[in-house]
């Protein structure tokens, strides 16, 4: 069974620091990963996705992650965090062998950015 | 574009009544899901279907039923409404498989 954990429920940075949140997955094929952004109030946005091509996968609002087989990681960055950044963010994790888009969430992390 | 639509916004029901959450997409997507978000958990899937007519259970599917009648609706039942059902539901679909869901905007929905 595929599951995806995140670490740490909250990150707080300074405006303009370096934004790190972190991902790990369980799964017994390579799988597809996703990271998604939501806003207060609103549904989930894609942030950015990893099938099988580049390991390191650029998103918007410039936002990136590599895809670590060996430490089964898939953390997200982005090089300077900006206010409207704050928001709460899902890693999540799909079977590619099933071809249903079923994803497996992580807990979410809620970033925090401080003027 | 309107993308997935949820009606309706919020809801209260009491304990035993029963409702359906709408959700419709007019992105001509074959693949649609629900899901419940629970603070601290992440989001849980429900049910998913892949075509119309064509429903399966995810994980979390007891107290709940869907049908796919359309391609564009896909309509979540909840019979008989119980206190572990106060949550915030989501409808996302998708063009398939590898392709990313896109996501309407939630119904949140109390029993009480």
């Avoid at chain 2, 892949?50 to 979540?76: H, M, Q």
Wanted: aromatic share 12%.
């Amino acid at each position: 069974a595929q599951s995806v954990t995140q670490l740490g429920s909250h990150v707080s940075v300074s405006e303009g620091a370096l934004v790190l949140l972190r991902c790990n997955y369980s799964s017994s094929v390579p799988p597809y990963l996703f990271w998604y952004v939501q806003y207060p109030n609103q549904g989930l946005q894609l942030l950015l996705k990893y099938t099988s091509a580049a390991t390191l996968v650029k998103g918007i609002n410039g936002f990136e992650a590599e895809f670590k087989k060996s430490e089964t990681s898939f953390h997200l960055t982005k090089p300077s965090a900006h206010m409207s950044d704050a928001a709460e963010y899902f890693c999540a994790v799909s079977d590619p062998t099933e071809n249903t888009g079923k994803l497996i969430f992580g807990q979410g992390t809620t970033l925090q950015v401080k003027p | 574009n309107a993308g997935v639509t949820q009606t309706p916004k919020f809801r209260i029901l009491k304990i035993g009544q029963s409702m359906t959450l709408q959700c419709t997409q007019d992105m001509n997507h074959n693949y649609m899901y629900w899901y419940r978000q629970d603070p601290g958990m992440g989001l849980k899937l429900i049910y998913y279907s892949v075509g119309a007519g064509i429903t399966d259970k995810g994980e979390v599917p007891n107290g709940y039923n869907v049908s796919r009648s359309t391609t564009e609706d896909f309509p979540l039942r909840l019979e008989l409404a119980a206190p572990s059902q106060t949550s915030v539901y989501f409808c996302a679909s998708s063009y398939g498989g590898m392709q990313p869901q896109h996501f309407g905007d939630g119904t949140r929905l109390s029993i009480l």
